[in-house]
Nanobody
Framework: QVQLAESGGGLVQAGGSLRLSCAASGRAFTMGWFRQAPGKEREFVAAITWSGGSTFYLDAVKGRFTISRGNTQNTIYLQMNSLKPEDTAVYYC?????????????????WGQGTQVSVSS
């Protein structure tokens, strides 16, 4: 069983930055971030392999968001720059036991509780 704990959400003005963190209690392979805006379905944001050697992003966040692994591989980060009001959502950390990157939330085995990110215009 892997437990995930997110932190780092908050309120920021458009153009600002936030960094989300996710700590896993055990070893998982690929980890990622998803988000759910009010009235919308949850969507993939970014994912990273265990080694950190491969990453994958939602087109809408490419060039603005960066996913990375910490020194302890069971921690990941999402650096979010140039935030836009449309980035407002609850952000969820997810982990899967499989090694391949996937944008399919159905392939993730464990989920965090979520952290709110709000971007004002």
């Amino acid at each position: 069983q892997v437990q995930l704990a997110e932190s780092g959400g908050g309120l920021v003005q458009a153009g600002g930055s936030l960094r989300l963190s996710c700590a896993a209690s055990g070893r998982a392979f690929t980890m990622g971030w998803f988000r759910q805006a009010p009235g919308k379905e949850r969507e993939f944001v970014a994912a990273i392999t265990w080694s950190g050697g491969s990453t994958f992003y939602l087109d809408a966040v490419k060039g603005r968001f960066t996913i990375s692994r910490g020194n302890t591989q069971n921690t990941i980060y999402l650096q979010m720059n140039s935030l836009k009001p449309e980035d407002t959502a609850v952000y969820y950390c997810a982990a899967r036991l499989g090694g391949q990157i996937s944008a399919d939330q159905g392939r993730y085995d464990y989920w965090g509780q979520g952290t709110q990110v709000s971007v004002s215009s």
